[in-house]
């Protein structure tokens, strides 16, 4: 994430990946404040054995694209909101990748962050059965979840 302030809405990255059981590790790292931190990160993070990377970042998001530009990974961008403009600044900074660049662009806030995640895993466990097992458990999970009727 790109500030400690992102973790608000990131943690809920983290809750999901703790549930199913996803090793990960979370850090912050600015695009603007901490450049080269980023390029570091980015460039690294195959050779470290990471396998998808989720960017989450507010305003003129710039990291989740730059992460992009530096490795080859998957990269998952979350657009936090922010107070100016309520995340649509953040999502337009991220979803707008020129072709050539990917960042795979989840919704604004907690649902982005949560499906960040849940996606993550879906890739993950292209080669992990037993991941996928988890996966459709907490999707089972969900469904049941549900209440027929609402309670009034
Ligand atoms: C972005 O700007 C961060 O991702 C955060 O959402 C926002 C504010 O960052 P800081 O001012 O806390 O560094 O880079």
Do not use: F
Request: with cysteine; glycine share 10%.
């Amino acid at each position: 994430m790109g500030s400690q302030s992102d973790w608000e809405t990131m943690r809920h990255a983290t809750a999901v990946l703790e549930k199913l059981a996803v090793a990960h590790e979370v850090r912050i790292v600015s695009a603007h404040r901490t450049p080269d931190r980023l390029a570091d990160y980015a460039k690294a993070a195959q050779g470290r054995g990471l396998s998808v990377i989720i960017a989450g970042a507010g305003g003129a998001a710039h990291l989740p694209g730059m992460c992009a530009a530096w490795t080859a990974l998957p990269v998952l961008g979350v657009p936090v909101e922010s107070h100016a403009l309520k995340g649509m600044d953040s999502l337009l900074s991220i979803v707008q990748m020129p072709g050539g660049i990917p960042v795979g662009t989840l919704a604004i806030g907690k649902a982005g962050a949560t499906n960040a995640a849940l996606m993550a895993a879906s890739i993950l466990a292209l080669a992990d059965p037993a991941l996928g097992t988890r996966l459709a458990a907490w999707r089972a999970a969900q469904t049941a979840a549900v209440a027929d009727e609402p309670t009034r």
